[in-house]
C-alpha cells in the first residue's frame, strides 16, 4: 500500500484512531515509514524562551517525550517511523513539508481532544486537504 506517509501531529487533538488506520494504510509493509510532523508556531517558540528559557533544541525533546504515548502505540503494531519539527506558520510549513517530500498520502486526525470545540472540520485540516494534491485521509 502506502510507503511514505505524512501524519501532521497537533497535540489538541486525539489520535487514538490512527494507529490502527495506519496499520491498514501501509499494508504492514516493512518499507513504510510514518513522519511525525509538527510545526511549533513562533508565537509558542517566543514564549518558551522568555518564560521558560527553552529554545528549538529543548522545545523539540519536550514534544518527543509528549509523543511517546503515541510512538508506543506504533512500536506495539511494528510500525517505521520519523519525527520532524519546524518552527514557523502552521499552513505554510505544512505544504512546504508535502511539496518537498515525496509523501504517499497524508493522514489528520480530526477528532479533538475537547468536546467542547464545535467545528465540523479544524481550519488547518480544511486548508491542507483544500491546498495538497495527494490523498488526505481525515479519521474522526
Same mark, same amino acid.
Given at each position: 500500500? %502506502?510507503?511514505?506517509?505524512?501524519?501532521? %501531529?497537533?497535540?489538541?487533538?486525539?489520535?487514538?484512531?490512527?494507529?490502527?488506520?495506519?496499520?491498514?494504510?501501509?499494508?504492514?509493509?516493512?518499507?513504510?515509514?510514518?513522519?511525525?510532523?509538527?510545526?511549533?508556531?513562533?508565537?509558542?517558540?517566543?514564549?518558551?524562551?522568555? %518564560?521558560?528559557?527553552?529554545?528549538?533544541?529543548?522545545?523539540?525533546?519536550?514534544?518527543?517525550?509528549?509523543?511517546?504515548?503515541?510512538?508506543?502505540?506504533?512500536?506495539?503494531?511494528?510500525?517505521?517511523?520519523?519525527?520532524?519539527?519546524?518552527?514557523?506558520?502552521?499552513?505554510?510549513?505544512?505544504?512546504?513539508?508535502?511539496?518537498?517530500?515525496? %509523501?504517499?498520502?497524508?493522514?489528520?486526525?480530526?477528532?479533538?481532544?475537547?468536546?467542547?470545540?464545535?467545528?465540523?472540520?479544524?481550519?488547518?485540516?480544511?486548508?491542507?486537504?483544500?491546498?495538497?494534491?495527494?490523498?488526505?485521509?481525515?479519521?474522526?
Amino acid at each position: 500500500m %502506502y510507503k511514505n506517509i505524512l501524519l501532521p %501531529y497537533d497535540f489538541g487533538n486525539s489520535f487514538t484512531n490512527v494507529p490502527d488506520e495506519l496499520v491498514k494504510l501501509t499494508g504492514q509493509n516493512e518499507d513504510a515509514v510514518i513522519t511525525i510532523f509538527n510545526v511549533i508556531s513562533e508565537t509558542d517558540q517566543a514564549d518558551n524562551v522568555k %518564560y521558560h528559557g527553552k529554545h528549538f533544541e529543548d522545545i523539540c525533546k519536550d514534544k518527543v517525550e509528549d509523543l511517546k504515548p503515541f510512538t508506543d502505540q506504533l512500536n506495539e503494531r511494528g510500525l517505521k517511523y520519523r519525527t520532524s519539527f519546524k518552527t514557523g506558520r502552521i499552513i505554510p510549513e505544512l505544504m512546504n513539508e508535502v511539496h518537498e517530500n515525496d %509523501y504517499e498520502i497524508v493522514v489528520m486526525s480530526n477528532k479533538r481532544s475537547k468536546r467542547d470545540i464545535k467545528h465540523v472540520l479544524g481550519h488547518v485540516t480544511h486548508k491542507l486537504a483544500k491546498r495538497v494534491n495527494i490523498p488526505v485521509l481525515i479519521i474522526k
